[in-house]
């Protein structure tokens, strides 16, 4: 930090188990990559070559070994796991991660229909070399998966070896565990939060109401993730109540009160 202000919460360090903050790439120039890494770098800890993107990315390996070089994971898409499974070419994908040098990868079933326990036999083989990201939740507008069925995916893709389960809502923020406004399912929320531990899950949260929402809920050190590039600092003055939204959240209340009534008078 540039300079000291009491009252801000105390936030995790690098290689961090919470408070993530993962970012979507979706094709950024090299140049806008390494804007990126000058301007919050050391913020992110996640970085998601969205979808298929990588399949036509230019210069994909340097791009990698730029993030990488930052202390930035880097990972491709779950759509892209998926592409290769449907095709059968799961031996491809995995010499694919060896090519490319990544020690993380996601396994989702968005958009192929993958029962849970082949989908479960995936997370555990890749698990024996790599760190796993699983995705639970559909892509599809209109599916609605029971907060049981939700709690049961998540602890067997935990089980089966996924350092984190990955709570879907899209790069938009509108399905999964979103209303199609953009508003959270409290309701899925606080079933999932009674039987899952909350760092074990990294929440899809693309808008800025939805990342406010989560940091009320649970505070600063909430995994975050299908950031934009440009709302990483923005997401981190969220986390240190040093923006509007979040003010309040770590002044001590008698503080909090007394500023509240001067602004009321």
């Not at 979706?26 to 301007?39: C, F, T, Y």
């Not at 990698?64 to 998926?82: N, S």
């Not at 969220?238 to 007394?258: C, S, V």
């Amino acid at each position: 930090m540039n300079y000291r202000l009491s009252h801000i919460p105390e936030r995790t360090k690098k290689p961090r188990e919470e408070g993530l903050t993962m970012v979507m790439d979706k094709g950024l120039s090299m140049r806008q990559a390494e804007d990126l890494i000058d301007a919050s770098g050391p913020l992110v800890d996640l970085l998601k070559l969205g979808f298929g993107t990588s399949f036509v990315t230019p210069k994909l390996k340097e791009k990698i070994k730029l993030y990488q070089k930052a202390d930035i994971r880097v990972y491709l898409g779950g759509t892209l796991f998926e592409a290769f499974v449907a095709r059968g070419q799961f031996k491809d994908y995995r010499k694919l991660l060896d090519q490319l040098g990544l020690d993380m990868a996601e396994v989702s079933d968005g958009s192929i229909n993958l029962p849970n326990k082949e989908k479960c036999k995936y997370i555990t083989e890749l698990a024996k070399t790599i760190t796993v990201l699983s995705e639970v939740g559909s892509k599809e507008t209109g599916i609605l998966i029971s907060p049981a069925r939700w709690v049961s995916m998540m602890r067997m893709e935990l089980d089966s070896g996924s350092w984190k389960v990955i709570a879907e809502a899209r790069e938009s923020g509108t399905v999964g565990i979103y209303r199609p406004s953009g508003h959270a399912h409290t309701t899925l929320v606080n079933r999932i939060l009674a039987k899952v531990a909350a760092q074990d899950i990294l929440w899809e949260a693309p808008q800025k109401s939805q990342q406010i929402w989560f940091l009320k809920q649970l505070g600063a050190n909430v995994n975050l993730g299908n950031i934009a590039q440009d709302d990483v600092i923005p997401l981190e003055t969220l986390r240190l109540g040093l923006r509007g939204d979040t003010f309040f959240q770590y002044l001590p209340e008698e503080m909090a009160e007394k500023l509240r009534q001067v602004k009321s008078e």
